[in-house]
């Protein structure tokens, strides 16, 4: 209708001026001198007043169905064509009707637009469709759709054509520098010491070589899910691992013969399987058992025999020509217990098993009772002595050169050295033992995610530790190498990046899930589950403010950029504003934000800390006019340029490329713009950490995607100088330390980091889909628990 010159004059004509209207009114009052000319007067006037809603109607009709016509046009060649865009939009501009339509009546028009567009976008199953139309009817705004629901953006003034922005991975790059964290609280065995001096174990999907006296690391990062078993070659080079069953379906690999590798996979009948190490192929497999099973192991005296030992079982296997038979260990006169956490090889041959009961049984081979049995009875193995060991579990046990041998308790937290004939010599204490000796030291790993080193008469110190329940809270220090972790284990955590340590720890009453450090450095406050915040002093560790606010579980913290202000977010809507003077130290309520109808997620003060901008459970983007006395801005176009000081928000015009297209709104748990504005880093639901270009306005923006996470990642952080990325997992428990590499610089690490510069295919999605079912099925069945 608007290139048909008819037409056009037919709508031009039908549009009232605001003027004419004016105008007539007043002739009217002017000349109703006679009081018998009234009622005439007013006739004409209903009726000119009624002409004129007729003509404002006809506009509105007239628009909308230009408008029906012109988004049908869109539809049609938004997909194939990115040419049919820019012809569309030259068409449109070179019409003068239109052009005089934005001008005089753009109110009338945009809110017509808007109505109709709503009407539309269901048809269009493109995400970059839905972005598309939006910004090019309304020149101002762009929306994106989460769950359904419309979600607007406002175009900055410095990017004058939004379809011509060029979307590109970063020229940064990703390099894995360090892992924090030990996997012990689940997991047996799984700390060994090879021929290069380095101590090997596993976290989440990595599994780490870390010299000790170097204080280096090597890392293997070639797991699709958590590693779960860990076993070295007798020739201690050759390392094997096994994960959680995901994309690859790997097993539980637990020993190493010289020729042959044993494998017990956690199906449900634990199969039992041999493999020809130079071959690579299956030598003999077998269903194992129903329940749990905790070790394998070969006999280092006879390659034929194999030994598991789980649930109140413990088998003694035969391989022979390809083909395995078990007997079962009889307990006869003994109790059973519950588990058989452990056992080895005495030098004599016999195997020694750990229990649950707390005690240390000696098996041996019997020969066949031939008076019950019969002739042809066969041998059986039997306990031939037990000994009382500890209070509580025996959770591992290692033989020493001499034929000594070493046991770790867990109530009772002792390590204990026993004799050949297994008469007590020396204890010590270590909460919750796993050890390992190697020469005169011992390398203990602890049900609370600790290595320790250390001899029975020096003592023992940790050269590994980490959380042991989920994480959530991570702030790092705006000028040192410095960051801070928090979690549901009620663990405050301050780690040192430069010398890959822990510099100090404190126990909280409740658990900490947000934190952030004040500008000056000297203190750091941390949001906990109960409403309550408190403020620690970074050197003396003290408790300096405690207050509470509301009593649902804060979700964020952040100081403005000078120090004078601190925002409180929690699940309870609101975000609470406080006035912070002694460096830190002294807190008084100044404000509160309401006007959330969900609970508060993320939050980013402006440079001039005069604003906030924040974001909720309903993708909800809302603007804080904080000096103004905590004021919710309206118009939330007034802020499309304003600059932040820091860009953790999900949800915003800058980051909108980040999501994925389809994304339910949980799937990016965080994400951080460096402080150069030149990178965004994103922990997202699937494991994996992103590194984008900032900023990302675009959507299916093209990254650079790492993995090493086990579980969802919860948090990612920048460090002050942007040198390196700081990543936490949930469940995994694992702090993953990432080097930024400048553009220019080629990879380095080969087989060992994966990386990729585009964004998920459909596949992959649904993978992580998977993969991020599982793990919530997971945590609601330990939560059960």
Not at 187 to 196: D, G, K, T
Not at 406 to 433: M, N, Q, Y
Not at 523 to 531: K, R
Not at 696 to 715: D, I, M, R
């Amino acid at each position: 209708a608007f290139t048909n010159g008819s037409s056009s004059s037919r709508l031009s004509s039908s549009i009232p001026s605001p003027d004419w209207l004016s105008w007539s009114t007043c002739t009217d009052d002017v000349s109703a001198g006679s009081s018998a000319e009234y009622p005439d007067r007013v006739s004409v006037m209903e009726g000119r007043l009624q002409l004129q809603e007729n003509e404002i109607t006809l506009l509105k009709s007239s628009l909308a169905d230009a408008l029906r016509r012109l988004l049908t046009v869109v539809f049609l060649f938004s997909q194939p064509d990115q040419r049919s865009h820019r012809q569309c939009r030259s068409c449109i501009s070179n019409n003068t009707t239109l052009s005089r339509l934005s001008t005089k009546y753009y109110p009338t028009i945009v809110s017509i637009l808007q109505l109709e567009m709503y009407k539309y976008v269901s048809m269009v199953q493109s995400c970059h469709t839905c972005f598309f139309i939006c910004h090019w009817l309304t020149g101002q705004s762009i929306k994106m759709f989460i769950r359904g629901r419309p979600i607007t953006m406002y175009v900055p003034s410095n990017i004058q054509n939004y379809d011509d922005l060029r979307m590109e991975p970063p020229v940064e790059k990703l390099e894995l520098d360090w892992v924090y964290g030990y996997r012990g609280r689940d997991c047996r065995a799984n700390l060994y010491l090879l021929a290069s001096g380095e101590a090997v174990y596993f976290i989440a999907c990595v599994v780490v070589l870390y010299h000790i006296n170097n204080r280096t690391q090597r890392h293997y990062s070639k797991h699709t899910d958590c590693v779960r078993c860990l076993t070295i070659h007798p020739d201690k080079v050759r390392v094997a691992s096994g994960q959680t069953a995901g994309v690859d379906k790997d097993g539980k690999v637990r020993r190493f013969h010289s020729t042959f590798l044993c494998v017990i996979d956690d199906s449900n009948e634990h199969m039992l399987s041999v493999w020809d190490c130079a071959k690579g192929t299956k030598h003999a497999e077998v269903k194992s058992t129903n329940e749990a099973v905790f070790t394998v192991e070969f006999n280092p005296n006879d390659s034929t025999n194999i030994i598991t030992c789980g649930k109140s079982h413990v088998y003694f296997w035969t391989l022979s020509a390809g083909s395995l038979t078990k007997k079962q260990g009889i307990f006869g006169k003994y109790k059973k217990p519950k588990f058989i956490q452990c056992f080895v090889f005495s030098l004599t041959g016999d195997v020694l098993t750990g229990d649950s009961e707390g005690n240390i049984l000696t098996w041996g081979k019997s020969p066949g009772d031939v008076k019950t049995l019969g002739k042809g009875a066969k041998e059986t193995f039997q306990i031939m002595r037990q000994t009382r060991a500890h209070d509580g579990s025996v959770f591992t046990l290692c033989m020493l050169q001499g034929g000594a041998l070493l046991s770790g308790g867990g109530k009772d937290r002792k390590i204990i050295r026993w004799s050949a004939d297994l008469a007590p010599e020396r204890e010590c204490e270590v909460k919750d033992a796993r050890a390992r000796v190697y020469g005169e030291e011992l390398l203990v790993g602890t049900t609370r995610n600790a290595i320790l080193r250390g001899t029975f008469s020096d003592g023992f110190v940790a050269i590994v530790q980490g959380h042991v329940d989920e994480m959530w809270g991570l702030a790092t220090h705006p000028s040192q190498d410095v960051f801070l972790t928090c979690g549901h284990d009620r663990l405050v955590c301050v780690w040192n990046t430069e010398e890959h340590k822990l510099d100090w720890c404190t126990t909280l009453e409740e658990y900490g899930l947000c934190a952030d450090f004040c500008p000056n450095g000297a203190v750091v406050s941390v949001g906990l589950s109960t409403g309550r915040w408190l403020v620690l002093d970074l050197q003396t560790k003290d408790i300096v403010s405690d207050y509470t606010d509301g009593n649902e579980q804060l979700s964020v913290m952040r100081y403005s950029t000078d120090g004078s202000f601190l925002a409180v977010g929690s699940h309870d809507n609101f975000i609470y504003i406080y006035n912070v003077t002694e460096s830190g130290r002294r807190y008084s309520r100044y404000g509160k934000c309401n006007g959330h109808s969900s609970f508060i997620t993320h939050l980013d003060w402006s440079k001039d800390g005069k604003y906030i901008m924040s974001n909720s459970g309903d993708y909800e983007i809302l603007y804080w006019d904080i000096a103004g006395g905590c004021k919710l801005l309206r118009n939330r176009y007034e802020s499309k340029d304003r600059e932040w000081a820091s860009y953790t928000c999900v949800l915003g015009f800058h980051v909108m490329g980040v999501w994925l297209e389809g994304s339910d709104g949980t799937d990016i748990n965080a994400l951080c713009r460096s402080h150069n504005e030149r990178m965004v880093a994103v922990a997202d639901d699937f494991c994996k950490v992103h590194l984008f270009q900032y900023p990302c306005p675009k959507p299916k923006a093209p990254n650079h995607s790492y993995e090493g996470h086990g579980s969802h990642v919860t948090n990612v952080r920048f460090t002050h100088c942007d040198s390196h990325v700081l990543s936490m997992g949930g469940k995994d428990t694992c702090i993953l330390q990432w080097r930024v590499k400048r553009g220019g610089t080629g990879d380095s690490g080969g087989d060992r980091l994966h990386s990729s510069s585009s964004t998920s295919t459909k596949n992959q999605r649904e993978a992580d889909r998977e993969t991020k079912g599982r793990e919530r099925l997971q945590r609601e069945r330990e939560g059960a628990t």
